[in-house]
């Protein structure tokens, strides 16, 4: 099969397929198979085209198992995480499929990919479809796009009279109908339109020759002086080191616990988290910037060493703040997200001690933190730590400590249902949860049947629970993911 052919027979089933699966559909399992449908076709079409694939081929897995998460969680919030990822994802692999180097991901591609390829992709697209149509506009292949012309009018003539014999072919022209009628195919046209293009540009740039490698190693004269580096580096290191001494007691203190200390738990965490997690954030960068080209020497290594183990002592003070806040008043997904950017920067400095020693890159440092970032966000969406945060405040309420019964029912997705749910009976607040669930769920939801690529795993979980506990109108069917596939809507 040929390269062309291949392009637009992959780019049809991917625009077909996300016509059927994602065109007012729930997110579900539609939105896994789609990606891997995609990234399949994008994999097919670069393979026309010499060079090394890793890249595109690691940039599409991360998109396919981000994209899984969407059939597991049941968080508005994810759903756009994912897409956004996704999209960005794809939007990266389609750049660098003509020179697929790790080097060429930097910053400003990293942050732009999706602005940068989008014009693009649409030239491409409009490249290949002028391409296509000088081809069958040749003499050559004339007679088969008349023919084919002619023989789909034929065809439907034909079908349209033997609609008349055949209930099978009256309801699909009755349907047809109704659908011309209320011009409902317009948006899902436009939807299919939109597919197309977007999958024949950034497959028709999959199948761009490879371009000559370039070294895209910062060079000596463009990187800072040494007697710059030097006192910056130096006068960020004295300005921490002296915060931290003045601050000893009040960094890992435990001022709210004080008698007259003036100072509440949420003013401690914020000043904890706001402060000290975004400094240690902007001197990492400051870092980066500073450090670009060749390895240093060793006074300046020596200084970018100090100033990580410093940021190290900043960020376990703040997390220590925002634990002792989660002590007093629970858990929240805020708090929590809060907590596991920390420790992903705290791994990032980890990772900058280590580019250090083997002389910073500061692209590939970014390339590996985006990689960590993106773990994250796929762990965050196949594990259900909303149902988590629900458990941990529940058995905390359990011994004594106070709960925010509305926080949990009203702020919480779904995801969080069943663990409240099978709370109910084990908690002294029953009652109190009880009550905020039929505000929500008995009064405004229901339980209504959906497609099989809108089953979602905590959808269907959710449905279960409070089905069971009689929170919820509706029927659920049997086992099977298919037959199983319910969701809660609005009445």
Same mark, same amino acid.
């Given at each position: 099969?040929?390269?062309?052919?291949?392009?637009?027979?992959?780019?049809?089933?991917?625009?077909?397929?996300?016509?059927?699966?994602?065109?007012?559909?729930?997110?579900?399992?539609?939105?896994?198979?789609?990606?891997?449908?995609?990234?399949?076709?994008?994999?097919?079409?670069?393979?026309?085209?010499?060079?090394?694939?890793?890249?595109?081929?690691?940039?599409?897995?991360?998109?396919?198992?981000?994209?899984?998460?969407?059939?597991?969680?049941?968080?508005?919030?994810?759903?756009?995480?994912?897409?956004?990822?996704?999209?960005?994802?794809?939007?990266?692999?389609?750049?660098?499929?003509?020179?697929?180097?790790?080097?060429?991901?930097?910053?400003?591609?990293?942050?732009?990919?999706?602005?940068?390829?989008?014009?693009?992709?649409?030239?491409?697209?409009?490249?290949?479809?002028?391409?296509?149509?000088?081809?069958?506009?040749?003499?050559?292949?004339?007679?088969?796009?008349?023919?084919?012309?002619?023989?789909?009018?034929?065809?439907?003539?034909? !079908?349209?009279?033997?609609?008349?014999?055949?209930?099978?072919? /009256?309801? #699909?022209?009755?349907? *047809? %109908?109704?659908? $011309? =009628? +209320?011009?409902?195919?317009?948006?899902?046209?436009?939807?299919?339109?939109?597919?197309?293009?977007?999958?024949?540009?950034?497959?028709?740039?999959?199948?761009?020759?490879?371009?000559?490698?370039?070294?895209?190693?910062?060079?000596?004269?463009?990187?800072?002086?040494?007697?710059?580096?030097?006192?910056?580096?130096?006068?960020?290191?004295?300005?921490?080191?002296?915060?931290?001494?003045?601050?000893?007691?009040?960094?890992?203190?435990?001022?709210?616990?004080?008698?007259?200390?003036?100072?509440?738990?949420?003013?401690? !965490?914020?000043?904890?988290?706001?402060?000290?997690?975004?400094? /240690?954030? #902007?001197?990492?960068? *400051? %870092?980066?910037? $500073? =450090? +670009?080209?060749?390895?240093?020497?060793?006074?300046?290594?020596?200084?970018?060493?100090?100033?990580?183990?410093?940021?190290?002592?900043?960020?376990?003070?703040?997390?220590?703040?925002?634990?002792?806040?989660?002590?007093?008043?629970?858990?929240?997904?805020?708090?929590?997200?809060?907590?596991?950017?920390?420790?992903?920067?705290?791994?990032?400095?980890?990772?900058?001690?280590?580019?250090?020693?083997?002389?910073?890159?500061?692209?590939?440092?970014?390339?590996?933190?985006?990689?960590?970032?993106?773990?994250?966000?796929?762990?965050?969406?196949?594990?259900?730590?909303?149902?988590?945060? /629900?458990?941990?405040?529940?058995?905390?309420?359990?011994?004594?400590?106070?709960?925010?019964?509305?926080?949990?029912?009203?702020?919480?997705?779904?995801?969080?249902?069943?663990?409240?749910?099978?709370?109910?009976?084990?908690?002294?607040?029953?009652?109190?949860?009880?009550?905020?669930?039929?505000?929500?769920?008995?009064?405004?939801?229901?339980?209504?049947?959906?497609?099989?690529?809108?089953?979602?795993?905590?959808?269907?979980?959710?449905?279960?629970?409070?089905?069971?506990?009689?929170?919820?109108?509706?029927?659920?069917?049997?086992?099977?993911?298919?037959?199983?596939?319910?969701?809660?809507?609005?009445?």
């Amino acid at each position: 099969m040929s390269a062309r052919v291949t392009l637009w027979a992959a780019a049809s089933i991917v625009a077909g397929l996300g016509t059927w699966t994602l065109w007012s559909a729930a997110p579900g399992v539609n939105w896994g198979v789609w990606t891997i449908v995609a990234a399949a076709g994008g994999v097919a079409c670069g393979g026309f085209i010499g060079g090394q694939p890793g890249i595109r081929v690691g940039l599409c897995t991360v998109a396919c198992a981000l994209a899984a998460g969407a059939a597991v969680t049941a968080d508005p919030l994810f759903h756009v995480l994912i897409f956004v990822g996704v999209t960005w994802l794809f939007a990266l692999a389609a750049y660098v499929a003509d020179d697929p180097r790790g080097e060429r991901i930097g910053l400003a591609l990293s942050i732009l990919a999706p602005v940068v390829t989008m014009p693009l992709g649409v030239v491409e697209a409009g490249r290949r479809v002028g391409e296509l149509t000088m081809i069958v506009g040749t003499e050559r292949h004339r007679p088969v796009l008349r023919g084919s012309i002619l023989a789909s009018v034929v065809v439907v003539i034909f !079908a349209l009279i033997l609609a008349g014999a055949d209930p099978i072919l /009256a309801a #699909l022209r009755d349907d *047809l %109908i109704v659908v $011309l =009628e +209320r011009l409902e195919f317009i948006p899902r046209l436009v939807f299919f339109c939109l597919l197309l293009v977007g999958a024949v540009g950034s497959y028709g740039m999959a199948q761009r020759p490879v371009s000559p490698s370039i070294s895209s190693r910062p060079s000596e004269s463009s990187s800072r002086t040494e007697t710059e580096r030097v006192i910056v580096l130096s006068a960020v290191a004295l300005l921490f080191a002296a915060f931290l001494g003045l601050q000893v007691s009040y960094l890992f203190g435990n001022a709210p616990a004080r008698v007259g200390s003036g100072v509440t738990f949420a003013e401690y !965490a914020r000043r904890g988290f706001a402060e000290l997690s975004v400094v /240690a954030g #902007l001197c990492t960068l *400051l %870092i980066l910037w $500073l =450090e +670009r080209g060749p390895r240093r020497g060793a006074r300046e290594q020596g200084l970018a060493f100090l100033l990580t183990v410093l940021l190290w002592i900043l960020l376990v003070s703040a997390f220590r703040r925002l634990w002792l806040y989660e002590e007093a008043y629970g858990f929240t997904t805020a708090r929590l997200y809060a907590q596991i950017y920390m420790v992903l920067l705290a791994s990032g400095l980890v990772l900058l001690v280590i580019e250090l020693v083997r002389g910073l890159h500061a692209g590939r440092f970014l390339r590996m933190i985006t990689m960590a970032g993106l773990v994250t966000l796929v762990v965050l969406s196949l594990w259900n730590h909303e149902g988590w945060i /629900a458990r941990q405040n529940i058995e905390r309420a359990a011994h004594g400590g106070p709960l925010d019964a509305s926080y949990l029912v009203w702020n919480l997705s779904a995801n969080a249902v069943p663990a409240i749910v099978a709370s109910l009976d084990r908690t002294p607040l029953a009652e109190v949860l009880g009550e905020a669930l039929i505000a929500r769920y008995t009064r405004r939801m229901r339980i209504a049947p959906c497609r099989w690529f809108e089953w979602n795993l905590r959808q269907v979980q959710a449905a279960n629970a409070l089905y069971a506990a009689r929170l919820v109108t509706g029927e659920v069917p049997g086992p099977g993911i298919v037959a199983g596939c319910v969701r809660l809507v609005r009445q």
